[in-house]
């Protein structure tokens, strides 16, 4: 076992956070009848009642107060198939990052992207501070998934699938 202790450099603990394992989600949302979106992965449920899922934004991000502004938030939880998506949706140039992506605009203006393994619909909170991130809840307005459909993982920097014994 390594031990490290404060103050830590970005790149360890950057590495370190590498350790946990997760999914990856697509926000997406109409603006100005185009669709923008980003790939997080920094999120989890939180409350059943009432329901809520928080995610975690660089307070940089230029996607997401434009998105945050749609009157819905979609949020598809990418299929292990989906690794290129999820790169390029998180590409520097945004206007691009649909470009031969299959997607879905829901009658609230919420992008969903096909053939992921799970979806939903959200209204986002303000953000709270956290550091050079910020928390948003989402208080989920519908979800629905894609049967059973694996979903993409990602751990160690890298994207990973769930094995199947
Ligand atoms: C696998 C993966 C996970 C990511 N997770 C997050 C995240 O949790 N929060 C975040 O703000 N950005 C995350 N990003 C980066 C955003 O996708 C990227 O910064 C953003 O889309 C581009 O910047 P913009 O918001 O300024 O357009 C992640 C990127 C990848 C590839």
Not at 40 to 59: A, G, K, Q, W, Y
Not at 98 to 103: A, E, K, L, Q, V
């Amino acid at each position: 076992m390594t031990t490290i202790s404060e103050p830590f450099d970005q790149r360890t603990l950057r590495t370190f956070y590498g350790r946990i394992p997760s999914g990856v989600l697509a926000l997406g949302a109409m603006v100005d009848g185009e669709p923008l979106g980003m790939a997080v992965s920094s999120f989890t449920n939180v409350s059943l009642d009432p329901p809520l899922m928080v995610v975690s934004i660089r307070n940089e991000s230029a996607t997401w107060p434009l998105i945050a502004e749609a009157e819905a938030i979609g949020a598809s939880i990418l299929a292990e198939s989906q690794e290129e998506c999820g790169m390029q949706l998180s590409a520097s140039r945004s206007d691009s990052r649909f470009d031969s992506i299959g997607y879905t605009v829901t009658a609230s203006g919420a992008v969903l992207i096909d053939d992921a393994s799970a979806w939903f619909e959200a209204t986002p909170s303000d953000p709270i501070p956290a550091g050079d991130h910020s928390l948003v809840l989402l208080t989920l307005r519908s979800i629905s998934h894609g049967g059973d459909r694996s979903p993409l993982l990602f751990f160690g920097s890298k994207f990973a699938a769930v094995r199947h014994d």
